[in-house]
């Protein structure tokens, strides 16, 4: 059995995607004068990086990054990190950000973690969404739904000459 790469996204496309993400968050927060951008480790965090670089060059917001370390596959048995005080998050929009919705496990445990503290608003930002959702998360900003199987596999490659995203 051979396995086929598909491209859905090309780099140029990513790009837009992100912008169009940054400009949807800048206009639902065009009255703060700061939101934390929280990307989950790994490619959440690289997407995150993008974002925050994307709402910073159209907007006068002030945009904090920091990163959410989870173990994806036991989040439950592992500790949660944000590289931020819960202070600094004390009556703030937070939004979260993955490259891929799949279950929705790995954002509702970290959801879980940040809520701890009392927020302004939480928000939920991905590239791509398989919609095979078995966690009840709600994703706000999201640059395309993609149908899948369970058996497909969705990468997102950032970096280099292939980036994009693939289906495998």
Do not use: W
């Not at 939480?122 to 709600?138: E, N, T, Y």
């Amino acid at each position: 059995m051979t396995t086929t790469t598909t491209q859905v996204l090309s780099k140029i496309q990513v790009a837009q995607k992100i912008d169009r993400i940054a400009y949807q968050i800048y206009e639902n927060n065009h009255s703060e004068k700061e939101i934390i951008i929280a990307g989950i480790a790994g490619n959440g965090q690289k997407m995150a990086e993008r974002l925050a670089k994307a709402i910073e060059k159209i907007s006068p917001l002030k945009v904090k990054l920091v990163t959410v370390t989870i173990n994806k596959e036991k989040p439950a048995e592992n500790k949660i990190e944000i590289s931020i005080s819960e202070k600094e998050t004390e009556n703030k929009v937070v939004v979260v950000v993955d490259d891929v919705l799949n279950s929705g496990k790995t954002l509702m445990y970290s959801i879980r973690h940040i809520l701890q503290v009392n927020l302004k608003a939480l928000r939920i930002a991905v590239l791509v969404d398989r919609d095979h959702k078995r966690f009840p998360v709600k994703v706000d900003y999201v640059g395309m739904e993609l149908s899948t199987t369970l058996q497909e596999h969705v990468s997102v490659v950032f970096g280099g000459k292939n980036e994009g995203v693939f289906i495998m």
